[in-house]
């Protein structure tokens, strides 16, 4: 479908802000999804082209978190390939079941989530306590089977949809890792980028998408990468859950409206 060059300036624009929010917290899909529908595309096609256009921001976002990375190998490729699983779940689910599945339970799970990184340093410091009195020791360093298959379950969400997909990460590896929140944002941009990128695989053989639209966002998102990079490793712990919680309350408020 052809785009006007106001309606490729809009997308390629929401693509930016969406690589940038991506990198810093996640929910970026909030702001390229109703841009493309706006420019007439139909819902699935839209959510396949944001999909493919996002990788190149993810990849972008990684890399600019690559300090953080430092000393995360066996936990990204642990968590990583729970994400590749899920994520090429999620992205089957989105051709086989009908586009409302998601609708009711979304604003849930990204409420849930915020109530989680709210509560995250006093749940943390509780679990810390208890284990001290139990002489457990420490978490394990990789979340053990609870967090794999949280985030299994969490990128299976990711690949059929993505938004607030990042905030629903930053949550479940706030209560079941003991990490800064940087390091932590670090590895959800990694996660990031490995479901959108075995979702954008899977769709390029099996879906219908606009490649004009995917390279406005994939230029915009790259750009917005480096750019989330460079504000949210800047941010404090606390700044940084207060922007999780206002995008992410944000994200509700859309997603109950749309």
Excluded: C
Excluded at 56 to 72: F, K, M, N
Excluded at 90 to 108: D, I, K, R, Y
Excluded at 187 to 204: E, M, Q, R, S, W
């Amino acid at each position: 479908m052809a785009l006007s060059v106001w309606e490729a300036l809009a997308v390629f624009a929401a693509g930016t802000a969406a690589g940038t929010i991506n990198t810093i917290v996640g929910s970026g899909t909030l702001i390229t999804f109703p841009v493309l529908l706006a420019t007439g595309l139909p819902p699935v096609t839209a959510t396949v082209s944001n999909a493919l256009g996002l990788i190149p921001g993810s990849v972008s976002g990684a890399i600019g978190y690559r300090e953080e990375l430092t000393g995360q190998r066996r936990r990204i490729l642990r968590l990583g390939s729970a994400a590749l699983i899920g994520g090429l779940g999620g992205a089957m689910l989105l051709l086989l079941l009908p586009s409302t599945a998601f609708e009711t339970v979304v604003p849930v799970l990204v409420a849930l989530a915020l109530v989680l990184v709210i509560l995250q340093p006093r749940i943390t410091g509780a679990v810390q306590r208890r284990r001290e009195r139990n002489g457990s020791g420490a978490p394990h360093p990789d979340g053990g089977p609870l967090l794999f298959t949280a985030i299994m379950l969490a990128s299976v969400y990711g690949g059929y949809f993505t938004a607030a997909q990042g905030i629903i990460y930053l949550s479940l590896m706030g209560m079941l890792l003991h990490d800064s929140m940087q390091r932590l944002n670090a590895t959800k941009n990694v996660l990031a980028a490995i479901v959108n990128g075995v979702a954008a695989l899977f769709f390029l053989f099996a879906a219908d998408f606009d490649w004009t639209a995917v390279l406005l966002i994939a230029v915009g998102s790259a750009i917005g990468g480096q750019i989330g990079a460079r504000i949210g490793r800047k941010l404090s712990p606390t700044v940084l859950r207060t922007v999780i919680v206002i995008v992410g309350t944000a994200a509700i408020v859309q997603l109950v409206l749309r």
